[in-house]
């Protein structure tokens, strides 16, 4: 078995997803799911060693982070969303009743929730994660240390002028930035203190959508005609080449400067199935479009333990991408050739990065696949009960 993968809990770092990305990887759009209760299927479960969850229709499946060994189910019907809540235990489940605390090393429910309509991004940044809820505009801070006990953590809040689809993020010396908009426009960020008044705005970036982080806490923030950076108090407006140039979705990392983001230029598409990625360099300001080749999808993005740019291609490729020079330095064959559904809450394959593993569900195929990012090699597959949607796991930091 990979070392990697054995020492991961001890590494002490953490790579942030596309999605989500991103994330909190999110598909543009407002998530919903059935209102339901959770109930643990089986007897008490065994402590898992760094967990992944993944979400089916009906369900959690907890895996063994090393062996991809199935630990257990969860029955959760609806459509549930999945991020790392930021310690070695837990995860955040999205749910249409609120954003839920997973315990995923017991396989349980915590009973910590934030109730609110619409649960949206979740992001980890300077030991904070922060939750935004997209029906209420409420944003909740909080340190994932404090989850250990199983109760509510003491944390900031925060609550938006207006409910939008948003996001936000809490600095390492307090600032909080949080997006502004309504239901039906979205313009831009905001900049509050650590006593929550309002010390800057920026509204030069319309359909704001997403956030990461670069090296040297610059934080960007993406637009429809580019992406906004703010960094050491100050923003800056990097221009898209395309009058209309989205980059809705965006994935960072500590060790480099450089952004890896998607690219989109049809703002009448349906679906558009874009084959560059953007390239921001938070330092210089410059952006630089790479074309792969290959269409993704918002659940494509993630980052390597140096910082490598990585993106999985509808070809069933992981393209590995040098973030300075945007050469891609190595193509790993990893899934069957698969096309990006209409329905954003359609399954398809997903990327989920932790350390030097790149994971990767393979819906269709109902598989599950463990990816050395430094040799290439495939380091263990499982095949599941059912076909898997979302993927995420713990990890500690941001």
């Known amino acids: 078995m990979n070392k990697s993968i054995r020492n991961r809990a001890f590494t002490g770092t953490a790579l942030a997803l596309a999605a989500s990305a991103v994330l909190t990887a999110c598909g543009g759009q407002d998530s919903s799911s059935t209102d339901t209760k959770a109930k643990n299927a089986g007897t008490k479960a065994v402590a898992v060693k760094d967990p992944l969850v993944a979400t089916f229709d009906g369900g959690l499946y907890v895996l063994d982070g ?30 249409d009743s609120g954003f839920r605390v997973l315990n995923a090393a017991q396989q349980t429910f915590t009973g910590v929730e934030y109730k609110g309509a619409k649960p949206g991004h979740v992001v980890r940044h300077a030991g904070k994660t922060v939750l935004f809820t997209d029906g209420t505009g409420e944003v909740n801070v909080f340190d994932p240390d404090d989850l250990a006990g199983g109760k509510k953590p003491q944390g900031r809040s925060y609550t938006s002028a207006e409910p939008h689809h948003g996001v936000a993020i809490e600095l390492s010396n307090g600032e909080l930035l949080s997006t502004l908009g309504t239901e039906e426009k979205r313009t831009g960020v905001l900049v509050l203190d650590k006593n929550n008044k309002e010390i800057k705005r920026n509204e030069k970036c319309p359909g704001v959508h997403g956030e990461a982080a670069a090296k040297g806490e610059a934080i960007g923030i993406g637009c429809e005609d580019g992406i906004l950076i703010y960094k050491d108090g100050k923003f800056t407006k990097v221009d898209a080449p395309d009058d209309y140039g989205r980059i809705g979705n965006q994935s ?35 952006l630089k479009l790479v074309d792969l080749g290959t269409s993704y999808s918002f659940r494509s993005l993630g980052r390597g333990p140096e910082g490598e740019a990585l993106l999985l291609g509808t070809n069933g490729d992981l393209h590995v991408i040098d973030p300075e020079t945007g050469k891609v330095e190595k193509k790993i064959p990893v899934v069957d050739e698969w096309q990006e559904p209409l329905d954003w809450q359609q399954p398809r394959p997903t990327l989920f990065v932790r350390d030097h593993t790149a994971y990767v569900s393979e819906p269709g195929q109902r598989k ?18 059912k076909s898997t949607n979302e993927l995420s796991g713990v990890v500690a930091g941001h």
């Open 252 to 286: 960072g990392s500590d060790a480099s400067p450089v952004l890896l983001g998607d690219y989109k230029t049809d703002p009448e598409a349906e679906l558009e199935r874009p084959t560059r990625v953007s390239l921001i360099n938070t330092e210089t300001g410059k």
């Open 66 to 95: 090393e062996s991809l060994k199935l630990a257990n189910t969860i029955e959760l019907p609806g459509f549930n969303r999945l991020n790392p809540a930021g310690d070695d235990d837990h995860v955040v489940v999205s749910t």
């Open 368 to 385: 599950l696949h463990a990816i050395d990012i430094e040799t290439g090699k495939k380091v263990t597959s499982v095949t599941l009960p």
